[in-house]
């Protein structure tokens, strides 16, 4: 089965940095897309980071443009997000999340990952960003 699990978030200061970890399990495909997303209280889930797993094509939402950095280890078959300069508003659940249809992988990873054509869930990490 596939299962995805999600850690690294935790409580730090405005100006910090944290690394989340999504490891990946029970899932093989020729192209797919793994996204990062996230869910602050009273807002709307969304996409903050995407990378394909053929050619490792990058997508990242404006907030994170400079500050967040995603990656793929494939021989440890995990995704990373190196978050630094971490804000107030950075504080959410995140989100592993991907996209077995190749299509649709393409499209998040040029334009931004819609949440309804991600195939398979973490359980989420609670980042919180706080003075």
């Known amino acids: 089965q596939v299962q995805l699990v999600e850690s690294g978030g935790g409580l730090v200061h405005p100006g910090d940095s944290l690394r989340l970890s999504c490891v990946v399990s029970?899932?093989?495909?020729?192209?797919?897309?793994t996204c990062w997303f996230r869910q602050a209280p009273g807002k709307e889930r969304e996409g903050v980071s995407c990378i394909s797993s053929r050619d490792s094509v990058t997508y990242y939402e404006d907030s994170a443009k400079g500050r967040f950095t995603i990656s793929r280890d494939n021989a440890k078959n995990t995704v990373y997000l190196q978050m630094n300069s971490l804000k107030p508003e950075d504080t959410a659940v995140y989100y592993c999340?991907?996209?077995?249809?190749?299509?649709?992988?393409?499209?998040?990873?040029?334009?931004?990952?819609?949440?309804?054509?991600?195939?398979?869930w973490g359980q989420g990490t609670q980042v919180t960003v706080s003075s």
């Open positions: 999340a991907v996209d077995r249809d190749p299509s649709t992988a393409v499209f998040g990873v040029r334009w931004g990952p819609r949440e309804y054509d991600y195939d398979y």
């Open positions: 029970g899932f093989t495909s020729d192209y797919y897309s």
